[in-house]
């Protein structure tokens, strides 16, 4: 009897031992996997809503966490229309950076109705001192250094595309680290430490884009809108006007005519169309003239998200200038 019960006692210890080796290990397991997660766990929910800005916030939380996206695949944010999960994720948001209301003002009665809760970055705002003047009438002299006026006299707005200087887009990611650090102080240091990566790979890129596009600096060529300031002046480029005055209005007939003498006058090589609108109409635009067609694209379409398709973006666009104007 006695041995039995020594027995079976010592087959409960064994078993006791056995759960607590397997609880021991389902523990180590599950903190394995939450550690390899990283430590996008209670990340701030941040939504951006154009793909290039994006990238660059991508880019800071690299490790941390993801950035949502509200613009996806080719729409632009030229008269976009919110779909009812885009309107949650804003609404659910802890932080959303935007350019503008003069490039997003479709975000401008949405994000007035957001809580106090949600922090708002609005680049444009921010920047404002770098900006470059709006171009009014779309033929533009190449010296003209400050905002002409509105139909009602008013000083022009800055134009908001700023991210396609790759130098503006620095201070871009120095603002959004600072944000995000005051959201979320113990990543700060995280946050800053990816700030600086990407402003060492926007500094090279910026490098790299001078040494490829030195060579076309001196054509002529027009685009379809006014979204290529920055990257004219980086890089020392010459466009000499826009197809269209507002992006979100098709030009008439009487438009039409003009840029086609223009480029009879100023020889221009190549008249650029953009993804998001008519390419027909450049098509029109350059018949009988002797100038190319090509795309540019300022807000990469068909790119995948994520900090690389910055570094795509602006690769894209100097590629595209240059099978043009050669």
């Known amino acids: ?11 409960d210890v064994k078993f006791m031992l056995t ?4 609880m021991r290990k389902s523990l180590c397991l599950g903190l394995f996997f939450l550690l390899s997660a990283g430590s996008a766990w ?32 080719g729409g632009s944010p030229h008269g976009y229309v919110l779909r009812p999960s885009e309107a949650r994720a804003l609404s659910q948001a802890e932080l959303i950076i935007w350019v503008g209301p003069q490039l997003e003002s479709f975000l401008q009665k949405p994000l ?52 396609l200087d ?12 600072t944000l995000l650090g005051a959201l979320d102080p113990p990543q700060r240091e995280v946050y800053q430490r990816n700030a600086e990566r990407l402003q060492q790979r926007l500094t090279e890129l910026h490098s790299q884009l001078q040494r490829r596009l030195a060579p076309v600096g001196e054509i002529p060529y027009l685009v379809f809108h006014d979204a290529y300031p920055y990257f004219e002046k980086a890089y020392g480029l010459r466009a000499i006007g826009s197809i269209s005055l507002n992006p979100e209005r098709k030009p008439g007939a009487r438009r039409i005519l003009q840029m086609r003498e223009k480029i009879r006058q100023l020889q221009a090589r190549c008249v650029f ?21 090509g795309v540019l694209d300022p807000l990469g379409a068909d790119l995948p998200a994520g900090e690389e398709s910055y570094f795509l973006l602006l690769n894209r666009l100097a590629d595209n200038l240059l099978e043009g104007l050669r």
């Open 1 to 11: 009897m006695i041995m039995l019960y020594y027995n079976v006692l010592e087959d």
């Open 19 to 22: 759960e607590f080796q397997l």
């Open 42 to 73: 209670g990340a701030p929910r941040v939504v951006v809503s154009i793909k290039p800005i994006h990238a660059l916030v991508a880019g800071v939380m690299r490790g941390v966490g993801e950035p949502q996206l509200l613009i996806e695949g």
């Open 112 to 163: 007035q109705t957001l809580g106090r809760s949600a922090r708002q970055l609005e680049l444009a705002e921010v920047l404002k001192p770098q900006l470059l003047p709006l171009r009014e009438n779309g033929h533009w002299d190449e010296h003209e250094e400050h905002a002409g006026e509105g139909e009602h006299g008013h000083p022009l707005a800055g134009n908001p595309h700023f991210w």
């Open 166 to 177: 790759p130098l503006l887009a620095q201070r871009v990611a120095i603002e959004v680290a």
């Open 273 to 293: 169309s953009e993804p998001q609108f008519e390419p027909r109409l450049v098509a029109t635009i350059i018949e009988g003239t002797g100038a190319r067609t």
